[in-house]
């Protein structure tokens, strides 16, 4: 195992260790408790498209993932295990090359992704979409207390004082 020989700024190394992935720990269960609570929520919005769905069971995984990235932080520092210190630093290396391609994939994907949100929405709302498609528009019209998504064109739309947005994004 290791040393417990420390020396006082090795001790102050391994405790700020321990305190800084315990609140990556933390923040990765936020994270994935806040996702799979969306995931229950808002299950109207993921049968409107796979990829809604797709990018909450990604936010899932990254959560569980920086949990795991805070457990092998705390016990490999708690433990002065080698091996569970080595584990993060690959799990760390991993997570910073996925923000960085995150990052690229939302920038370079950001106007694509609000046209086929805005399509999917006009497409579940007009009168030609299927009856259940036209339930699921409306159930979430109710839960966002607004009606149409370029302004009140349903009959059930007109007399209401539901507030009317010409984009799918709140602003």
């Not at 799979?36 to 069971?57: D, G, H, K, P, T």
């Not at 990235?69 to 210190?85: R, S, T, V």
């Not at 939302?106 to 339930?135: C, L, N, P, V, W």
């Amino acid at each position: 195992m290791g040393n417990t020989f420390l020396s006082g700024g090795m001790k102050a190394v391994k405790y700020l260790l321990l305190f800084f992935n315990l609140i990556i720990f933390l923040a990765g269960a936020t994270l994935a408790g806040l996702a799979i609570w969306l995931a229950v929520l808002y299950q109207n919005f993921q049968q409107m498209s796979i990829s809604l769905a797709v990018v909450n069971y990604i936010l899932i995984g990254i959560g569980v993932l920086i949990m795991l990235l805070g457990f092998f932080g705390c016990c490999g520092a708690a433990m002065e295990n080698l091996c569970l210190l080595y584990t993060y630093s690959i799990l760390l290396i991993i997570v910073l090359v996925a923000e960085i391609v995150l990052a690229i994939l939302i920038f370079s994907f950001k106007e694509r992704t609000e046209e086929e949100i805005h399509r999917m929405m006009i497409d579940y709302s007009t009168a030609g979409a299927s009856s259940d498609k036209q339930d699921l528009m409306k159930k979430i019209e109710q839960q966002f207390n607004c009606c149409g998504i370029a302004g009140p064109t349903r009959t059930d739309c007109q007399d209401t004082n539901k507030q009317v947005r010409s984009s799918p994004f709140p602003s």
